[in-house]
């Protein structure tokens, strides 16, 4: 039986029924159409089954994973779709040959979903790849997804160009002129695609940002793990499990903090300060010396010290009615010494980078003793706690060496002065 005699079964059974010629045609059509309709969606059940079977045969024996992405993409089922749709814009003239109206609407439809499936063809590749290309070392960290966008927005507005022109039944040329008319106004539109594709091929070139990185940005609000980087944001993961939301090109405007160098590194800084009340500070009298000779970690060192500020002051007959004459230990350099000691014992500390104590200038709430160590654990919560032991300890050292750390007068601190001056 010819396609044309196929065509035309159901009319002239309905003729013979003694249908009219005008009913006759439109349900021959609307059966055709049907009939049209179950023949592709056979093929495409067959074609799936084929190329699923044909090709996991292929991907067995191969050793690269892509395929693996090809199959969780869908690309199988893509492919055929795609396979029939063009079977079928194959054979529906000679099925509507005696439709030329809705034949003319059919064919525009099936033109336009064949480019629809084609670009979406090319998107399941694209994500295959992108995918495979995140299992590899080398490229697990980079703004692939950046790449990717910007190629479909080109293939999308190529697709977009070809279905204008078959929507208005107008050549190609004619809508490239006017496009070119409206390159300013298409500038405009996608300005901050085109801003963000800069600025991920700038993040990329310079290594500044990647997936993984932790970073912070508090003009945003963001401090947390980079986890996707595309054309027009990037993506961060909070510590309190938020998400915020950058435009890539303000990775190239405004300034952040990446946290990478750290992790990379041998440990995590530690800087803080304790504030020492100035009137605290004091020379040490010789009571008190023996006194501090009890804290082991400074034992060795007092004696030492004391030796050598005792021959010095001898040898230079100083007056040492006065404690201002000549050399003299202090109760804040005692316990720099101190700080120092504890810090080296300390076995969360890494000995081989940067470690100490030092005096900063004073301010209105007293002298600052920073702490300047790296601990040997990154990871945010160990950190805390190792900055957490070394403080809580030396807070409570404090007292030993008669000084006092810097606090704002409280409500029970003024409540006793007033009451202290009004016995008085």
Do not use: C
Not at 207 to 225: H, L, N, P
Not at 288 to 294: A, R, S, V
Not at 308 to 327: Q, V
């Amino acid at each position: 039986m010819k396609l044309e005699n196929f065509t035309h079964f159901f009319y002239d059974f309905f003729i013979s029924a003694g249908w009219s010629k005008p009913i006759a045609v439109w349900v021959n059509f609307i059966l055709n159409i049907i009939v049209f309709i179950i023949i592709a969606s056979a093929l495409r059940y067959v074609f799936i089954k084929f190329f699923r079977g044909f090709l996991s045969q292929i991907a067995a024996k191969t050793k690269t994973k892509f395929d693996d992405y090809l199959f969780s993409n869908k690309a199988i089922v893509n492919l055929a779709n795609l396979i029939v749709l063009i079977v079928g814009r194959t054979f529906i003239t000679d099925f509507l040959i005696d439709y030329s109206s809705p034949k003319a609407l059919i064919i525009s439809i099936v033109d336009i979903a064949i480019i629809i499936m084609f670009i979406w063809m090319i998107r399941t590749i694209l994500h295959s790849f992108k995918d495979y290309l995140r299992s590899l070392k080398n490229f697990k960290d980079k703004p692939i997804e950046s790449y990717i966008q910007v190629f479909m927005i080109i293939t999308w507005m190529i697709g977009i160009v070809l279905i204008s022109s078959i929507v208005t039944n107008k050549s190609i040329a004619d809508f490239l002129t006017a496009i070119g008319a409206l390159s300013a106004v298409l500038l405009l539109i996608f300005k901050d695609s085109i801003l963000g594709f800069v600025a991920s091929i700038q993040v990329s070139v310079n290594d500044t940002v990647r997936i993984g990185d932790w970073i912070t940005m508090e003009k945003y609000g963001a401090d947390g793990t980079v986890i996707e980087i595309n054309l027009s944001s990037v993506k961060v993961k909070n510590f309190d499990y938020t998400i915020t939301t950058i435009p890539t090109y303000y990775l190239n405007s405004d300034s952040f903090t990446n946290w990478r160098g750290m992790q990379n590194s041998n440990g995590r800084r530690i800087k803080r300060s304790i504030l020492i009340k100035a009137n605290s500070i004091h020379y040490l009298t010789g009571e008190e010396i023996e006194e501090l000779k009890k804290i082991q970690l400074i034992t060795a060192y007092l004696n030492t010290r004391t030796t050598e500020i005792d021959k010095y002051n001898t040898k230079n007959e100083i007056d040492k009615s006065l404690l201002i004459n000549g050399r003299n230990l202090t109760n804040f350099g005692v316990f720099r010494k101190y700080v120092d000691q504890y810090l080296s014992n300390h076995s969360a500390l890494n000995k081989d980078m940067l470690m100490m104590s030092r005096q900063l200038a004073p301010t209105p709430h007293g002298v600052p003793l920073e702490i300047y160590a790296f601990s040997r654990d990154k990871v945010w919560k160990n950190y805390e706690h190792i900055v957490s032991d070394i403080f809580d300890h030396l807070l409570a050292a404090v007292p030993y060496f008669k000084l006092e750390v810097f606090e704002p007068p409280t409500t029970h601190d003024i409540q006793k002065i007033t009451q202290n001056n009004t016995r008085l």
